[in-house]
């Protein structure tokens, strides 16, 4: 079991995601918790190590212990999500 934890820059890509996609990617990053599940890569010689791939998102994170730190978003085009009109996000994790 890990503790997902989001920086305070993943949690401003999220909320500049259209709300039906942020929420079906909110579930995968809870999912998280539980192991790593899902279509997860680890990458070489990047930092963080690992991505989690979600339709045409991709979310970066690593692993510190027990806990996963979720660190960007990236679209399909592997360019930090574009900022627009944010959406409010109701999620647990911080």
Known sequence: MYLVKLKPKAI???QCIFKPEAGKI????K???QGL???IKRL???TPEYRLRIGD???LFEI???EIIIHIGLNIEKKPIRRGKKYEITSTAN
């Open 44 to 46: 070489t010689n990047f």
């Open 26 to 29: 909110a579930e995968r990053m």
């Open 12 to 14: 401003k890509d999220l």
């Open 37 to 39: 599940v899902g279509d």
């Open 57 to 59: 998102y991709r979310i």
């Open 64 to 66: 510190e212990g027990q």
């Open 31 to 33: 999912n998280l918790e």
